[in-house]
C-alpha cells in the first residue's frame, strides 16, 4: 500500500522560507517521478513543480521558478520542497503525489497521479 505523508507547513511572512517534506512508504522513489501540487482557497488545485525519477530533473511553474526546489533523499524515502522568498500568493493547502508509473516523466495533470498525501497548510499572510 502507498502511503504519502506531507509534513512541514505553517504561517511564514512575506520573504520567509519553508521545506516541506513528503516521506514515502509502500514505494521507492528511486523509480518513480514525484510531484507537487497546491490549492488556494476558493481555487482549483494547481501543479507547482515535480522531480524525474532519477531526481536529476526538476520542472517548476513560472511563478515559482528561482524561488522553490526539489530534493530527495532516497534513503528516507523523502522528497522536500524548499519553498523561499514566500508571497501571499503562495498560501494555499501543499500536496505530494505520485503514480504507478515506473521511470516516467513529470507529468503536471491532476489525472495522472493516483496517490496522494493528506496535505500540509502554507500560509503567507497579506
Known amino acids: 500500500q502507498v502511503r504519502l505523508v506531507e509534513s512541514g507547513g505553517g504561517l511564514v511572512q512575506t520573504g520567509g522560507s519553508l521545506r516541506l517534506g513528503c516521506a514515502v512508504s509502500?514505494?521507492?522513489?528511486?523509480?518513480?517521478?514525484m510531484a507537487w501540487f497546491r490549492q488556494a482557497p476558493g481555487k482549483e488545485r494547481e501543479f507547482v513543480g515535480g522531480m524525474s525519477w532519477t531526481g536529476r530533473t526538476t520542472y517548476f511553474i513560472d511563478s515559482v521558478k528561482g524561488r522553490f526546489t526539489i530534493s530527495r533523499d532516497d534513503d528516507k524515502n523523502t522528497v522536500y520542497l524548499q519553498m523561499n522568498t514566500l508571497k501571499p500568493e503562495d498560501t494555499g493547502i501543499y500536496y505530494c503525489a505520485i503514480n504507478d508509473r515506473r521511470f516516467g516523466d513529470i507529468r503536471t495533470q491532476m489525472s495522472e497521479y493516483n496517490h496522494w498525501g493528506q496535505g500540509t497548510q502554507v500560509t503567507v499572510p497579506t
Open positions: 509502500g514505494r521507492t522513489l528511486g523509480y518513480y517521478a
